[in-house]
């Protein structure tokens, strides 16, 4: 199943909205979230990847890193986990 289509929201009933915090990146379980979206049987999440502030290891000049992040990506390891159990 490809979720990633130009009307992908058209089918997603069911989300699950993850904001992260600064110290995150050595506080949060990944695989606890990415449990409740399989769970809660979410077919959409909102998942902060960073506004202010990156939880990913951004190039971008300038963008703030979480100072938590080190070399993790725990962005990354929600986007992955969510669609490895999605597209099952």
């Not at 990913?56 to 992040?69: A, D, E, M, N």
């Amino acid at each position: 199943m490809n979720l990633r289509t130009p009307d992908w929201h058209r089918t997603a009933t069911r989300w699950t909205q993850l904001t992260l915090t600064e110290n995150d990146p050595v506080e949060f379980d990944p695989a606890f979230w990415i449990d409740v979206m399989r769970r809660t049987r979410s077919n959409a999440a909102c998942i902060s990847a960073g506004g202010y502030m990156a939880f990913y290891p951004t190039r971008v000049p300038y963008h703030y890193r979480s100072r938590h992040l080190g070399d993790g990506d725990p962005f990354g390891e929600l986007v992955d986990g969510a669609a490895g159990w999605a597209c099952t």
